[in-house]
């Protein structure tokens, strides 16, 4: 039996009778003629299907030509990722022949996911492998229409990406046809990136805010709700958080600005990470724990960042960018770090246009065949660079230092001088970015030699040190001289006296200045700045959580 047909078996299991006993108090019995529509592409979709007799067929109906994904037959069951997660589904379900349905809602497959661990098992790894197949072959009916010569076309690709959404993109300045149509639309050249979902409105040039409204991402989020938890960032250390809260019987909201795996999402392949010996993706980690977080119940809030924390009022509120607020009894701050930006005049007119903070499919096909620059010498610059010398034509790594040894992974700098793509050029700083519509050359001083030099070049990425995300607390909690937000043992007695810290004992391990408000991963003073750590931090956490909520 081949790989294929096992996996085939996986993704679209059948449920023996005994397994659809078990089943049957979490939901209820109906007949379906054939041809009636389950669910639409576009549409939230709270239901799973299981086909008790008859069959039902998904179908995708992007482009408007229907071809026929999967049928289900007796035993077989709807639904994937976005089902779990509350968001609108990207195919259609229609009953094919007269069948009986068993009917769950997602509120009781949650249940059951949590507490079975036998059919949680088989309706999880059908639901992943039906999304990792939706995105490889089928784009569903959202269609992104934009321009090289745009920096929100960059954005827009890169959020719909990371946030798993299958999309279709049309480039204006490739296809002569589609700039004819958005003429025809009345939809000018200024107004791309254009967004298109099914029959529904268009978006132009849509904040990502605009977009996770549109396609359902935040729909179960209860703002007038008092939780237990609110997490701030959907890194490697707020999903570990909100993983363990939820599933030890917290109400957690993670509270994400762009999409879950924050800096770590970025990295191409992480391969030091316990567990995944041939090396994981940030965004499928990401994916996987954003899963699970929701498996257990935890809510998620997508393009949402948090704008202020009001210090001096219990419950503790988050004040969100968009106006609203959430609230908690407790807090978990771990809104992580970006990478510094470099001293340099222009900079702002390149970002989106030739420079880049990310190296993730959706800019490596940017620059295929090209000549590239990496700026940076840890692990995230190591891991483009060997990702990226797959694609580019040539990858210059650049570094301030005279090595790697002090800031980068063995194995990283073996892989990277055993490449004949990739020239280390150390003592080496980016002197000035050149061109108009976008990044054209690029002027590097070489300290070795003490002379400057210029090259044509049109695709620098920036992966140089770490500023923490904190300017939002404004000044609520105490930070090291960095802007790294100080916690525990590192408060010390008179910074405490000075910030009024309330409580007869001391702040707990990853406790700040302010009670029942912790820090974890790469925004913390002290941090390793690892993704195994920031997981362990995040897990750490709840137990300490556990201990200020029974104060």
């Known amino acids: 039996m081949t790989d294929d047909h096992n996996t085939r078996n996986e993704m679209f299991p059948r449920l023996t009778r005994e397994e659809i006993a078990r089943l049957e108090g979490l939901g209820k019995r109906r007949k379906a003629r054939a041809g009636e529509i389950l669910f639409e592409p576009g549409e939230v979709n709270p ?23 999967a049928v289900h037959e007796s035993g077989g069951f709807t639904g994937e990722v976005n089902m779990l997660m509350g968001r609108s589904s990207v195919v259609r379900g229609r009953v094919r022949t007269a069948s009986e349905l068993l009917e769950i809602d997602r509120a009781s497959l949650r249940q059951m996911v949590a507490r079975d661990a036998d059919l ?14 939706l995105i ?29 959404h299958p999309h279709t993109y049309l480039d204006v300045e490739q296809d002569s046809g589609v700039r004819e149509l958005l003429r025809q639309f009345e939809i000018g050249i200024n107004d791309v990136p254009v967004l298109l979902s ?4 268009v978006l132009r040039n849509p904040s990502n805010l605009e977009v996770a409204d549109r396609l359902g991402f935040n729909t179960d989020v209860d703002g007038q709700e008092v939780l237990d938890l609110i997490v701030i960032g959907g890194g490697p250390s707020g999903l570990a958080a909100a993983v363990y809260a939820a599933s030890e019987g917290l109400q957690v909201l993670v509270v994400e600005s762009a999409a879950p795996g924050g800096q770590a999402g970025s990295s191409s392949r992480i391969e030091n990470y316990l567990g995944f010996p041939t090396g994981i993706s940030g965004q499928d980690l990401a ?34 960018d968009n106006g609203g607020e959430v609230r908690a009894r407790s807090v978990i701050v771990a809104t992580g770090a970006q990478y510094r930006k470099l001293p340099l005049a222009n ?8 420079v880049y903070y990310g190296a993730t499919h959706v800019e490596g096909q940017l620059c295929r065949d090209q000549e590239i620059v990496i700026v940076g010498g840890g692990n995230s610059a190591g891991q483009a660079a060997v990702f990226l010398s797959g694609l580019a034509a040539h990858v210059h790594l650049l570094v301030r230092g005279p090595g790697l040894a002090e ?22 700083e980016i002197e000035e970015l050149e061109g108009d519509a976008r990044l054209e050359r690029v002027r590097w001083r070489d300290g070795h030699a003490g002379r400057a030099e210029t090259r044509e070049i049109r695709h620098v990425f920036l992966m140089t040190g770490a500023t923490p995300n904190t300017s939002w607390l404004r000044h609520c909690l105490l930070l090291d001289e960095k802007g790294f937000v100080k916690t525990g043992s590192n408060l010390r007695p008179e910074e405490l006296s000075a910030a009024k810290w309330p409580l007869g004992r001391p702040p707990h391990p990853l406790e700040t200045s302010l009670p029942r408000v912790f820090a974890v991963g790469d925004v913390r003073s002290g941090s390793v700045k690892r993704v195994a750590s920031a997981v362990g931090e995040g897990s750490i956490a709840i137990q300490l959580v556990h201990k200020v909520l029974s104060e």
């Open 347 to 354: 900079l702002a007119n390149f970002e989106g246009l030739g």
């Open 198 to 201: 099914g029959s529904r409105s």
């Open 47 to 69: 239901r799973v299907f299981i086909v008790i007799e008859g069959s039902v067929e998904i179908v995708d109906a992007s482009g408007g030509v229907e071809r026929t994904i």
């Open 136 to 164: 490889t072959n089928s784009p569903g009916d959202l269609v992104l229409v934009g321009s090289a010569y745009s920096a929100d076309t960059l954005r827009l690709k890169t959020f719909l990406s990371r946030n798993g």
């Open 120 to 133: 949680g098992e088989i309706f999880l790894r059908a639901f992943l492998l039906r999304r990792a197949h």
């Open 407 to 428: 800031t980068m992974s063995q194995y990283l700098i073996h892989r990277i001088e055993q490449c004949g793509k990739i020239t280390l050029r150390t003592r080496t």
């Open 287 to 320: 994916s996987r724990a954003l899963t699970q977080a929701q498996k257990f119940g935890a809510h998620i809030l997508i393009a949402r960042a948090a704008a202020g924390l009001a210090c001096d009022l219990m419950p503790l509120r988050v004040e969100l």
